[in-house]
Each structure stands twice: as C-alpha cells, then as structure tokens.
C-alpha cells in the first residue's frame, strides 16, 4: 500500500470500473449541510443516502463533517478531498463473503471542534446551510438517561455556559452557532439526531432550549418558534474499520484509501418530514419520510439494539468475539429469537404491513453476516447509555403489566456480570463507558461474598441508570438467579437453563 497512489479528486477516475463513484462535478457542490460526529456510521447511513440525493442533480448538500474530539478523520480524509469507500459486505449463496464498492463524494469540507470551535459556529451560521444532523451517541447529549434532561452539571455544558467562545459539547456548539446564525439575520435550520435515543429530535430540543435560555431567553423562543427538530429512526450494522479492511478496500481501488467505512447491504431510515428550510431527496437512498417515526424507533430501539446489547454482553463475556460468532452458538440463538418472539414484540406498536416474524427472521439473518465481523465488545462501549433506550423501555412495560421478564432481564444481569473486567477465558478488558469507575466499584462492592440481593438492590439503585426501577422487587427477584448463575456456572451454561425454562423468578 505505501507504493500506491492516494484516492483523491485527480485519482478517482482511474479507479476500477466495477467502483461506484460520484458522477457530478464536486467542485459545484454547496455545503447545505452540517454533520457534528463523522463517524463510520454516519459515512455508512446518512452519507451514503445524501450521496444518492446528489447524484440524482440536486448539488446543495455537500456535507460539512465536524469531529468533536479527535483528528484522525480529518487526517484521512482530508487528502483525500474528502473522498472515502463505502463497502457493502455480505456472503454469497455458498457463504464466502463478497463485497460492492462505493466512493461517497458528498463530504466537502471537514473541521476539527477542538482545533477551531469558532469555524464549527461559522459553519452553522452559513447561509447555504440548512440543516445540521448529529450522531454524537447516546453519551453525547449531556443528558440524564433516566430522564432525558439536560444536566446542567455535566462539565461540558458548565465548560460551554462559561466560555461560549471555545464550546465543547454537541449542544453548546449547536445553541452558539444558532445564536450567531441569528445574529447575522440568516434564517432557521433543521437539528436532527441520527442517535439511538427515543424519541431523538425531541430530546435533542429540548436540551438545545435549555441551554439556550441559559444564555438568552430571545434566542430560545427564536429557536422554539423557527427551528425544527425531526425525529429519526436509523438502522444499519456499520463495524469498526480495522487495518485489514483498510488493505482490502485499497488493494480493490488500486489506491490508498486511508479510512473506508463497512456496512451491510440492509438499510433504513424513517424521518419525520418536518423541515425549516428544505432537505434532499433522501427516498433516493433508501429512506422513507413519515408523519411520526416513533413507532419505528421503538422497533428498532427494542428488537435490533435491544438484542445486540443482549447478544453482546453475553458474546463478550463467553469469549465471542464477532456478533456471527455469537449467534451462532445455537442456545444464544434460540435465546435472541425467543427474546425478540415473546417479551419484545407484545411491546411493540401496530405498524400497518409489517410482518414481525420476518422482521425477525431478517433480524437473525443480519446477525449472521459473517463478512462484517462486527466486534461484541464494541457493542458493548457505553452501556449505562444505551441500556435504558434499549433494554428498560421494554422491561417496564412488561413488569407494568404484569408480565415475565427472564430474557430481557438476562441481558440485563450479562451486563452487570460485563462490569468485572474479565471474560470467562480469562481475558481482562476496559469498561468503556463514562459511568465506568463508579458502576464497576458499585458492583464489586456490591458482590461480597458472592451475588446476593444486595448486589441486585445496589446496582438498580444506580439512578443516573435505572431510575424509578430502584428497589423494583420483581425485577429483583428476575435479576438474583441469573445474576447468580452467570458468576457460578458461566454464559453456556444459564443460557441452556434459560431456554429450559427454569432460573425464573
């Protein structure tokens, strides 16, 4: 690879011709739109979407990527022009893994926050731009999981309120550059989360309005009454880019792509079409804008990041390292199935012309892919987040019911088994997670001699976490057994007994 040339706007056009590129003239493209987070998911979802809505000729949404902390992305990208490979990897009908590659030529312009947060405002403020999405993940909203609210304790934000010329948060970013938008007189924007949060758009607003009438009540009623804040529901498996994959994609282009991004060839994405100033053609890529997309966030949230976080607490822990892997175990499988099959889906809304045990089938079928090599321990990064989207929406409404929660409440003791560090091989492995210190000491104070109620009561008692569901007797009563078995038996072994039906409380 260090002998080969480097994908670029002069480049591009040597390129294999079985590789998708972009068929417009970049240098025509406006920067209509501002993404903060440039992730690999984004590049993988809304990247990919927005390329289709430009190629289709409608040239005013080049993507303005902004890296909050890090500049890795800008560092690859940025001699690239921006360029990156989308490769879309599945098995074929004999099960050897096959790839089809893209290069997305949407992202014009890439910024790091830290370096220059001032550049990030002006970019906010541009009058081409007209809306500025988000993935920042759950952790990034600087709120309170159990309640949604902006913790005005959170450093970043007392960092923000202190010194808004330097912003450090997502939110304070995003409330500094509206307030600089509206002081040159430029119109609204569209702020929408691509997060796993429910009902994302309405809680990026309103932590948007607070911080803002910590600084200027006139500012958050402008925001309030022009602004709009769609709610999303996004879904496609994008794994960590490893060094292999890096090889792989350059060797196929013929040149040095520094940091392609992989995904599976499933995608969706249901957008409440509620706009201040216009949006491209997202239907073009695979998207589908809808009255209200809270049902399917709840679809999503609770039968595909539900499972995965339950799949890869219990991978992790046993040993398995890809999600293939793990589903593959046949008693993982038939707990993940029957997880979805009788406490998930009796949860869910009625969504018209949705057939859920396909759903579910595909669902499994994903899993599988054995060309993405999906990591469960990235899976399982920021747990005290994604928990209460994922798993506690659904556990409260089947405990209000009332109703018998053993699988979903397995996933939930494999995450608290998750907080010792060390896997059943004897692999040690970082908590990844911005509640780690206090949650991995809560927990092995909490153990003693050995996993008792005690140790139940202290972690649901963890309220930045669990909230009201602290001293929940059934839910404790669920918890000790498998709690119990996962420490003295191991992931095999509670998941036989599980699906025998027995550690129930």
């Not at 405002?121 to 609210?149: F, N, Q, W």
Request: aromatic share 6%; hydrophobic share 45%.
């Amino acid at each position: 690879m260090a002998d080969m040339n480097r994908l670029n706007d002069t480049t591009v056009g040597t390129l294999p011709a079985a590789v998708v590129r972009p068929p417009y003239d970049r240098r025509a493209l406006k920067n209509g739109i501002v993404h903060l987070g440039i992730g690999a998911f984004m590049r993988a979802h809304m990247g990919a979407a927005t390329e289709a809505a430009i190629a289709a000729g409608d040239l005013r949404w080049g993507i303005t990527g902004v890296s909050l902390r890090q500049a890795d992305t800008r560092d690859a990208l940025a001699p690239q022009d921006g360029l990156y490979t989308l490769a879309i990897r599945d098995a074929d009908a004999q099960g050897q893994p096959r790839q089809r590659l893209q290069v997305i030529g949407a992202v014009r312009n890439l910024l790091v926050a830290p370096e220059n947060p001032q550049a990030v405002l002006e970019a906010i403020a541009a009058p081409d731009t007209r809306i500025v999405s988000l993935t920042v993940t759950e952790k990034g909203y600087c709120h309170d999981p159990a309640t949604g609210a902006l913790r005005l304790d959170h450093p970043d934000i007392v960092h923000d309120l202190a010194h808004p010329q330097v912003p450090r948060s997502a939110i304070g970013m995003l409330v500094l550059g509206l307030q600089l938008r509206h002081a040159q007189g430029h119109g609204p924007l569209t702020l929408m989360s691509l997060d796993n949060l429910p009902a994302n758009g309405r809680v990026l607003r309103a932590a948007v309005l607070r911080f803002a009438e910590e600084i200027d009540s006139a500012l958050r009623t402008w925001i309030e009454r022009q602004c709009r804040f769609p709610c999303s529901m996004v879904d496609r498996i994008v794994p960590k880019t490893t060094d292999g994959d890096r090889a792989m994609v350059s060797a196929a282009l013929g040149c040095v792509d520094a940091w392609p991004v992989l995904g599976e060839p499933f995608f969706d994405w249901a957008i409440e079409d509620e706009f201040a100033a216009d949006r491209p053609d997202w239907t073009l890529g695979g998207a589908r804008f809808v009255p209200d997309a809270e049902p399917f966030e709840r679809l999503k949230l609770r039968m595909v990041n539900g499972t995965h976080s339950s799949l890869a607490y219990l991978g992790a822990m046993a040993g398995w390292q890809t999600v293939d892997e793990a589903i593959a175990q046949p008693a993982l499988h038939t707990h993940i199935e029957a997880l979805m099959r009788d406490e998930i889906e009796p949860t869910l809304p009625a969504l018209p012309g949705l057939d859920l045990a396909a759903y579910r089938h595909n669902l499994l079928a994903r899993y599988a892919n054995p060309a993405l090599a999906h990591r469960t321990q990235q899976i399982a990064m920021d747990g005290s987040q994604k928990l209460p989207q994922r798993l506690l929406g659904t556990l409260r409404d089947r405990l209000a019911r009332p109703l018998p929660v053993p699988r979903m409440a397995l996933g939930l003791a494999a995450w608290m088994h998750y907080l010792r560090g060390v896997d059943e091989l004897g692999q040690a492995y970082g908590i990844d997670d911005p509640h780690a210190t206090q949650l991995t000491a809560l927990y092995q104070q909490s153990l003693g001699q050995g996993v008792s109620p005690h140790t139940v009561q202290a972690m649901l008692a963890y309220a930045p976490v669990f909230g009201d569901l602290a001293g929940h007797a059934a839910l404790t009563a669920a918890l000790l057994p498998l709690l119990q078995s996962l420490q003295a038996h191991g992931v095999a072994a509670t998941l036989e007994a599980v699906n025998r039906g027995e550690l129930t409380a």
